[in-house]
């Protein structure tokens, strides 16, 4: 195949299809989820501090890589890497960094649907009106009662990844692009609400506070290492997510600028969403670091207690089952394309093969808040063990690679045809930062966190 042909498996209608999808894989479940709950586990400002450098400093650049590998090799990323390898005469083990993608893909796609799966328990419970008038431990009891049952955990799971994978089913146009059209924009609507209750909420100052005072005391070498994790999960990079979805982009539109765009919205979505949550935290005496089930405990309280919150509460949480859906599916793209391209499936069969495997998978996190939350490898329940390796490992090492690789290993007469960047000095600098920047930030964050420095 050649570099310049179409994918066969389509391509996005248009570079606006291509930036919706490709923010809707990154906002998602990391932004208004996770986010908040390890910044609060991270001690806040200082935490934010270091994702937001690792932001512009490695996700960025790697940003802009990774859709132009995607772009140049219009496969799926196992054979993008191996086309790509060939074509700059290098060792073609570099199809493994394809493996690796779709490996974590798999990993974080497994406890991502658990979660997503709460989200989507709690818009029907929205809808039954289970948090009128609650108060903080009313909301606790009803959190816990939910996750300490296993049936309900495998339940809402299986909802959930039934409907990731009739998406992916559908294809690249009518599946995957339709679905995001009209919900990043309200999302962000009823996020922009969230933030108004929380300015009246009585703890708006102390939430800003905690957000965005560094206290450099609280910050440990695991704990950047976390945010530089946290850096690519939130983007959907170093998993072959923007490699896939860039294959899928047509040839005459600008890779950098639309980069610049996604990570934009994705960083203003996150810090929304804390400064949503952290005054309802400080405003009614919760702990900022009570894990996973932060947003769980805090946002419905809010919705229990504002005019209006009935509504809000509904449409919030159906939001976040679509803002979880549209990351889900770039999630297990990268297998699916591979499973057609190689092993001659059609993309239903693929759906299916990869589906269950994630599902499988999912069990070990939907019984990690319950009945197996005693069983602990490396000092960790299953859900923390698979978010450590795929968000704090596999995706940072899979984005090294990736600068590796555009930095050193492809020919720059190639980086430079495909990004085709208006000014020469836009390129010199976005190619001083991966080759250099990136990689090394990086590769000392990781000697941070083993703690050699
Ligand atoms: N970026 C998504 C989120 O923030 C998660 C994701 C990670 C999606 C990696 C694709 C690849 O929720």
């Known amino acids: ?74 496969q799926s990323p196992v054979n993008t890497m191996e ?21 974590a893909g798999a990993l974080i796609l497994s406890y991502y649907s658990v979660i997503a799966g709460w989200a989507g328990s709690y818009a029907l419970k929205a809808v039954t009106g289970s948090f009128i008038d609650a108060d ?49 924009p309200c999302l962000f609507v009823l996020l922009m609400l969230l933030v108004a209750y929380a300015m009246v909420s009585g703890a708006y100052q102390q939430g800003l506070d905690f957000l965005f005072t560094p206290d450099f005391s609280k910050i440990t070498g695991q704990a950047v290492l976390t945010a530089m994790g946290h850096a690519f999960f939130t983007l959907s990079l170093g998993m072959g997510a923007v490699m896939v979805y860039g294959s899928y982009l047509p040839r005459p539109v600008s890779i950098a600028k639309t980069a610049v765009l996604i990570a934009g919205t994705d960083t203003v979505v996150a810090l929304l969403a804390g400064i949503a949550i952290f005054p309802i935290v400080f ?24 005019t209006g919150g009935y509504l809000f509460g509904v449409l919030f949480f159906v939001m976040l089952v679509f803002a979880a859906l549209t990351s889900s599916i770039s999630l297990i793209e990268p297998a699916v394309a591979w499973l057609v391209e190689n092993k001659g499936m059609t993309r239903y069969q693929a759906c299916i093969w990869s589906g269950f495997t994630v599902w499988f998978l999912g069990l070990g996190t939907a019984f990690s808040f319950n009945i197996g939350s005693q069983v602990k490898l490396f000092d960790r329940t299953i859900f923390q063990l698979f978010d450590y390796l795929s968000a704090n490992l ?34 010199q600098v976005w190619k001083w930062v991966v080759s250099y920047i990136s990689p090394a930030a990086v590769f000392l964050v990781f000697l941070h966190a083993v703690g050699v420095i």
């Open 1 to 74: 195949m050649s570099a310049t042909s179409k994918s066969i498996h389509g391509e996005w209608s248009s570079r606006f299809a291509f930036v919706l999808a490709a923010t809707g894989s990154a906002v998602g479940l990391g932004n208004i989820w996770k986010f908040p709950y390890i910044t609060g586990e991270n001690g806040g400002g200082a935490f934010v501090l270091v994702y937001l450098l690792c932001v512009v400093l490695v996700g960025l650049p790697i940003m802009i890589a990774e859709i132009m590998l995607g772009r140049r090799g219009r």
């Open 83 to 103: 086309l790509l390898a060939e074509q700059a005469e290098a060792d073609p083990n570099w199809h493994y960094l394809g493996w690796l993608g779709l490996i």
């Open 136 to 184: 903080a431990e009313n909301i606790k009891l009803l959190f816990d009662g939910f996750i300490n049952n296993p049936l309900q955990q495998v339940f809402w799971h299986s909802v959930f990844m039934l409907a990731t994978m009739s998406v992916v089913a559908r294809g690249v146009q009518s599946g995957l692009e339709k679905s995001v059209k009209f919900l990043m």
């Open 283 to 306: 405003a009614n005496n919760l702990e900022p670091g009570s894990g996973p089930g932060l947003i769980f405990q805090t946002l419905p309280i809010a919705f229990g207690n504002m």
């Open 394 to 427: 596999m995706l940072p090492i899979g984005g090294f690679a990736i600068a590796v690789f555009a930095g050193w290993i492809m020919k720059t007469k190639d980086s430079e045809d495909e990004l085709a960047m208006p000014h020469a000095i836009v390129y």
